[in-house]
């Protein structure tokens, strides 16, 4: 079965730095292509970070030099750092396969930006 288990969400104020975890099982990790998403109430989920198997990786425009996305195959786990948040960043975070599966998607993390 496949899961992706994200933590590491928070309240947090502009300016701060969060980092969040995915967890993942039940697929061949080291062989996939994974992205961090992000979702808002009434617009459509975006990809934030793409890090492919061989470890290069790509980043939105809107967070190019604030957010690194990284991975480490032996724990299954991709991670995104977050840095100088702002207020627009707030969205639940999710993980998963890249391009993203209609039946992979976890639960989620929330991030809120606010002062």
């Known amino acids: 079965q496949v899961q992706f288990v994200e933590s590491g969400g928070g309240l947090v104020q502009p300016g701060d730095s969060l980092k969040l975890s995915c967890v993942a099982s039940g697929i061949a990790f080291s062989y996939a292509d994974m992205a961090w998403y992000r979702e808002v109430p009434g617009k459509q989920r975006e990809s934030v970070a793409i890090?492919?198997?061989?470890?290069?990786?790509s980043l939105a425009d809107s967070v190019k030099g604030r957010f690194t996305i990284s991975r480490d195959n032996a724990k299954n786990t991709v991670w995104l750092q977050m840095h100088s948040l702002k207020p627009e960043d707030t969205a639940v975070y999710y993980c998963?396969?890249?391009?993203?599966?209609?039946?992979?998607w976890g639960q989620g993390t929330q991030v809120t930006v606010s002062s």
């Open positions: 890090i492919k198997s061989s470890g290069i990786t």
């Open positions: 998963q396969f890249y391009p993203s599966r209609t039946s992979s």
